[in-house]
């Protein structure tokens, strides 16, 4: 399957200029302790932050001092109609149009809202109001249509994956029958209005309650993960979130809505947790957003939408000290109330952060990774393929006639390739693994033109040719799909003008 992948990752580079899934960070609002909103409006210019959701004890918010703060900022901003107030914008028109009125036109467009949400995750809410979600979207469209606005401000509502009734396998993913008489009328405004499927999605909630059937690496986008295969597609996941994105598709698909875009509202993995989470640590907090932020302005869609793009919001820019529940409830955050860092991200997803220390990698302390002399051939080429595929290194070094091919063996190519992730990733022993696969080495096994990645060195942005050295590799059938590509090329750049 080496060739497919290549082939995707070429359209992906010819139209890459036309596509980007946007990253933005959730404001959550939930504590007694958080700087005033001028303060938070300058520390999310600092991270060059362009996409950010007002959130206030769960809820989307229209917090007026909020909204006044990012006016004239160049960000974008997603507010809302907490679950509280869907009833009397249900029930009356003028409630909606005084609201929009008071909250929104006065300050916009100098504040950039884009994205208004009526209700949130309704369905897990202890007062059931799922049936007022579609009469108060149609209130709020009502009002900006009136304001001229509707073809500017997107309506949505957010989502758990509880409103799924099933999710695994993927392809299997199906909407909880009960709740059919809200969700069909609601798939059918957001068509209606080019808006997307809103879902918040959790991995670190899969794993800490099935630690058993999913594991951390998968959960975290490690490449140490096994493959998970949808028995029914053939489709292989490498990653939970991947997962998650796709029973939410195959559901829609099943209620033939597979035209709609899903957008994930919020995600994200706690720093800190109870004695019983040990996946709540400021490392795999880390490592989650790290991957998650490159694996969606890569353009990397997922297993039954390869190459789409993929909106995400990660929760949450805050410790949140006011929230209820277990201890990693309130330890979701990105930075602590005084604005100092927990760890830190790269969000343009293409450069180095060290993993172990947060802070951004300046020397590897002399080391590399390179492929265990003890290790299995099956081992070494599970690891390569991952590295050159999901792990996004680029491995056209050790293709034929480059630098890196010889010596043509898979102990050789393997070295090279987990070395590429290793330094992109951290330079640390996580990063180095790959199943037991790799070790750390003081000694640069870099030789004749054949130069191994240092902490440092300049990477390329965007694979030119991920192409994992794989058996089985068929020349023909590669070149038909080349041809195809390309045949094709004057369609992608032309859909891309448009």
Same mark, same amino acid.
């Given at each position: 399957?080496?060739?497919?992948? &290549?082939?995707?990752?070429?359209?992906?580079?010819?139209?890459?200029?036309?596509?980007?899934?946007?990253?933005?960070?959730?404001?959550? =609002?939930?504590?007694?302790?958080?700087?005033?909103?001028?303060?938070?409006?300058?520390?999310?210019?600092?991270?060059?932050?362009?996409?950010?959701?007002?959130?206030?004890?769960?809820?989307?918010?229209? $917090?007026?001092?909020?909204?006044?703060?990012?006016?004239?900022?160049?960000? #974008?901003?997603?507010?809302?109609?907490?679950?509280?107030?869907?009833?009397?914008?249900?029930?009356?028109?003028?409630?909606?149009?005084?609201?929009?009125? !008071?909250?929104?036109?006065?300050?916009?467009?100098?504040?950039?809202?884009?994205?208004?949400?009526?209700?949130? #995750?309704?369905?897990?809410?202890?007062?059931?109001?799922?049936?007022?979600?579609?009469?108060?979207? =149609?209130?709020?469209?009502?009002?900006?249509?009136k304001a001229g606005l509707h073809k500017k401000i997107t309506i949505s509502s957010t989502h758990s994956l509880g409103i799924l009734s099933r999710s695994f396998p993927p392809s299997a993913g199906a909407f909880n029958s009960s709740y059919a008489y809200f969700l069909k009328p609601m798939l059918e &405004?957001?068509?209606? %209005?080019?808006?997307?499927?809103?879902?918040?999605?959790?991995?670190?909630?899969?794993?800490?309650?099935?630690?058993?059937?999913?594991?951390?690496?998968?959960?975290?986008?490690?490449?140490?993960?096994?493959?998970?295969?949808?028995? !029914?597609? /053939?489709?292989?996941?490498?990653?939970?979130?991947?997962?998650?994105?796709?029973?939410?598709?195959?559901?829609?698909?099943?209620?033939?809505?597979?035209?709609?875009?899903?957008?994930?509202?919020?995600t994200g993995w706690p720093n800190k947790g109870a004695a019983k989470e040990t996946g709540a640590t400021p490392d795999n907090a880390q490592t989650y957003n790290t991957n998650l932020i490159r694996h969606v302005v890569n353009d990397s869609g997922t297993p039954a939408k390869p190459g789409e793009e993929?909106?995400?919001?990660?929760?949450?820019?805050?410790?949140?000290?006011?929230?209820?529940?277990?201890?990693? #409830? =309130?330890?979701? @955050?990105?930075?602590?109330?005084?604005?100092?860092?927990?760890?830190?991200?790269?969000?343009?997803?293409?450069?180095?952060?060290?993993?172990?220390?947060?802070? !951004?990698?300046?020397?590897? %302390?002399?080391?590399?990774?390179?492929?265990?002399?003890?290790?299995?051939?099956?081992?070494?080429?599970?690891?390569?393929?991952?590295?050159?595929?999901?792990? $996004?290194?680029?491995?056209?070094?050790?293709?034929?006639?480059?630098?890196?091919?010889?010596?043509?063996?898979?102990?050789?190519?393997?070295?090279?390739?987990?070395?590429?992730?290793?330094?992109?990733?951290?330079? $640390?022993?996580?990063?180095?693994?790959? /199943? @037991?696969?790799?070790? =750390?080495?003081?000694?640069?096994?870099?030789?004749?033109?054949?130069?191994?990645?240092?902490?440092?060195?300049?990477?390329?942005?965007?694979?030119?040719?991920?192409?994992?050295?794989?058996?089985?590799?068929?020349?023909?059938?590669?070149?038909?799909?080349?041809?195809?590509?390309?045949?094709?090329?004057?369609?992608?750049?032309?859909?891309?003008?448009?």
């Amino acid at each position: 399957m080496a060739h497919v992948a &290549f082939v995707a990752l070429l359209f992906l580079l010819l139209v890459g200029h036309c596509l980007g899934g946007k990253v933005g960070i959730c404001y959550g =609002r939930n504590a007694d302790d958080l700087p005033a909103p001028d303060k938070v409006v300058q520390l999310i210019q600092q991270q060059s932050l362009k996409y950010v959701a007002h959130l206030r004890h769960q809820h989307y918010d229209t $917090n007026i001092d909020v909204i006044k703060a990012f006016a004239n900022t160049g960000v #974008e901003l997603m507010v809302g109609v907490p679950n509280s107030d869907l009833l009397p914008f249900a029930q009356y028109q003028s409630n909606v149009d005084t609201w929009l009125k !008071n909250s929104i036109l006065p300050y916009y467009p100098a504040t950039m809202i884009t994205y208004i949400t009526v209700g949130a #995750e309704v369905t897990e809410s202890p007062v059931n109001v799922s049936a007022l979600v579609v009469p108060a979207m =149609r209130n709020v469209h009502t009002a900006l249509k009136k304001a001229g606005l509707h073809k500017k401000i997107t309506i949505s509502s957010t989502h758990s994956l509880g409103i799924l009734s099933r999710s695994f396998p993927p392809s299997a993913g199906a909407f909880n029958s009960s709740y059919a008489y809200f969700l069909k009328p609601m798939l059918e &405004f957001l068509v209606e %209005n080019q808006a997307p499927f809103m879902v918040d999605l959790y991995p670190y909630y899969a794993y800490q309650n099935s630690p058993s059937n999913v594991s951390l690496n998968y959960a975290l986008f490690s490449p140490q993960s096994q493959d998970v295969i949808d028995p !029914n597609t /053939g489709l292989v996941y490498t990653n939970m979130f991947d997962a998650q994105i796709d029973s939410i598709f195959f559901a829609l698909m099943a209620l033939n809505f597979k035209t709609l875009k899903i957008m994930v509202t919020e995600t994200g993995w706690p720093n800190k947790g109870a004695a019983k989470e040990t996946g709540a640590t400021p490392d795999n907090a880390q490592t989650y957003n790290t991957n998650l932020i490159r694996h969606v302005v890569n353009d990397s869609g997922t297993p039954a939408k390869p190459g789409e793009e993929i909106d995400v919001y990660i929760f949450s820019l805050f410790n949140e000290n006011r929230k209820p529940g277990i201890e990693s #409830e =309130r330890n979701w @955050g990105l930075f602590f109330p005084d604005q100092s860092s927990i760890y830190s991200l790269d969000w343009t997803g293409r450069g180095n952060v060290d993993i172990m220390t947060g802070g !951004n990698i300046t020397n590897a %302390n002399g080391t590399w990774c390179v492929a265990s002399a003890n290790a299995s051939e099956t081992d070494l080429q599970n690891g390569l393929n991952w590295a050159c595929g999901p792990g $996004n290194v680029d491995c056209s070094a050790i293709q034929p006639s480059q630098p890196c091919y010889q010596p043509d063996t898979l102990a050789s190519h393997a070295s090279y390739a987990f070395n590429s992730y290793y330094q992109q990733n951290g330079a $640390n022993d996580v990063a180095c693994d790959f /199943g @037991g696969t790799g070790v =750390r080495t003081t000694k640069d096994p870099s030789y004749d033109t054949c130069v191994y990645m240092a902490a440092g060195s300049k990477m390329s942005t965007t694979n030119s040719s991920n192409l994992p050295v794989q058996s089985g590799f068929s020349p023909s059938r590669f070149d038909k799909n080349f041809y195809l590509l390309f045949s094709m090329l004057p369609i992608m750049i032309a859909a891309c003008i448009v």
